[in-house]
């Protein structure tokens, strides 16, 4: 059974709960991460969600998202997440967004409930797709993501198109973006292994 950590609204841990039985109409608040893969061009691995996921299937959003394990840390997570879904090896992971959190709620009532700190990572390479989790891939420039979400030209994930507008308010280009220290994660995604 994976587990996903709860949190509190000031970022405490509160306790665990399994990932397969967490999300619902009543989601409880957890912690998870959103991860922005770039390669050396400064293009940006967009990826559509496999059609079976419980929550926005079929949707296309930032490149890679998850869970972290109880204990885990949080970069830790990302590259196992990148090397799980994507079969890619991060060169360097960088937070971003320390405190981002979303709500969102599907049609059908399932509901996203995550403070979801959000990384810029760079990773070389081919993606080779788990089509349990990742049903497409496109590389493009951040340009053209910004645009998208502006204008309403592709169906993106909620919590995508939330933090778009948060980290253009960083800085245009995704390099000049500032990398946030541990510090200034919340609590409980400053968990060290063994808690």
Known sequence: MEEVVL???DGNRVGTADKATVHHRDTPLH????A???DRRGELLLTRRATAKRTWPGT??????GHPLPGEPLPDAVARRLKDELGLTATAIDLVLPRFRYRAAMPNGIVENELCPVYRVTADGVPALEPAEVADAAWVSWETLVTAVRDGGLVISPWCREQVAELRDLADDPRD???AGPAELPAAARATPGR
Request: with cysteine; proline share 0%; net charge negative.
């Open 60 to 65: 296309w959003t930032n490149s890679c998202c």
């Open 7 to 9: 949190v509190d609204d």
């Open 177 to 179: 973006w500032r990398a």
């Open 36 to 38: 922005y893969v770039f």
């Open 31 to 34: 912690l998870a991460f959103s």
